[in-house]
């Protein structure tokens, strides 16, 4: 009797711990769909000015697309980066520059740097402005507009 | 002669009505054609705590559409992405960037496991093709690695 009822209880014991395995690896591979984040940025900015400083979301994989719309020869263009912004440390990204003469940028950043290009003649670049906000700078002789998109 | 005159009128006015018909009709496709739907992206992001020689469970990307999968070491640092197209149960294909700081295109397109991106500084974390539908996050590194991928599409 008393090794019927040990058997029930090792069994029931054995099937619960079984159903909570089962159910750690179920949520363990639940993916919850949820509305991506963005934030758009307008620049128009004369000879050697900055952008306000711009924070990215932290701890996280950020898209950055940007773009110059100024229309001139050599001005228009588009590049992206993926940038991670690690809080009170800086950031690191990957990339690809604007065309016509893309390439791959890449690399860490703490203080202020260069991180991508916008426009034609690389003269519009997104750069980092400190350990935790980056900018957009217009390196060029004129008045340069445009936008940034940031995703995450 | 009235009459003749008459079915003439009648001739052209039917010929002009279905000339607007005709230009009408090829208006309206041409601009169905160019028409754009702007809907809200979906995102799903996956958090990964990874002891060494680990992997993720299997993360099914979605089917059939592009899929911007970017990804971070939040422990060594590093960033990396690629967009995907997964192919139900046929394939998983892909291009991008590997992770700073020895960036490099990375394609290819498999449905056996295969590396597809680092996404830690020193690549020994990577999101890798598990099945013909399914991706995974491994973790090669000799200590524990912590950091998260983000799908958008």
Not at chain 1, 50 to 66: F, N
Not at chain 1, 119 to 141: C, E, K
Not at chain 2, 104 to 109: E, F
Request: charged share 10%; glycine share 6%; proline share 3%.
């Amino acid at each position: 009797m008393r090794t019927k009822r040990s058997s029930r209880w090792r069994a029931m014991l054995l099937a619960t711990v079984v159903a909570i395995i089962t159910c750690l690896a179920v949520a363990n591979a639940t993916q919850t769909i949820t509305t991506p984040n963005a934030a758009f940025i307008s620049y128009n900015l004369a000879a050697g000015k900055d952008s306000a400083a711009i924070t990215p979301a932290a701890s996280r994989a950020v898209l950055i697309i940007g773009c110059c719309t100024t229309n001139a020869p050599g001005q228009m263009s588009v590049a992206q980066v993926t940038l991670l912004h690690l809080p009170g440390v800086g950031m690191l990204w990957v990339g690809l520059e604007a065309t016509p003469n893309a390439s791959i940028t890449q690399g860490g950043a703490s203080t202020s740097g260069p991180i991508v290009h916008l426009d034609s003649f690389h003269q519009v670049v997104i750069q980092a402005a400190s350990a935790d906000t980056i900018l957009i700078h217009n390196g060029s002789a004129g008045t340069r507009a445009g936008n940034v998109t940031l995703v995450w | 002669m009235k009459t003749i005159i008459m079915r003439t009128e009648k001739s052209s006015r039917w010929g002009a009505m279905l000339l607007a018909t005709v230009v009408a009709i090829i208006t309206s496709l041409a601009v169905a054609n160019a028409t754009q739907t702007i809907t809200t992206p979906n995102a799903v992001k996956i958090t990964y705590n990874l002891a060494s020689g680990a992997s993720s469970a299997a993360i099914t990307p979605a089917t059939n559409t592009s899929v911007l999968v970017m990804g971070c070491c939040t422990t060594e640092g590093g960033v990396g992405h690629v967009s995907l197209m997964h192919i139900p149960s046929t394939i998983i294909e892909w291009v991008g960037l590997e992770s700073n700081n020895a960036a490099a295109i990375t394609q290819g397109a498999t449905k056996a496991a295969h590396h597809m991106v680092y996404i830690n500084a020193s690549h020994t974390v990577d999101i890798q093709v598990a099945s013909a539908d399914t991706i995974v996050i491994h973790n090669a590194h000799p200590t524990v690695q912590a950091g998260n991928v983000t799908l958008i599409w």
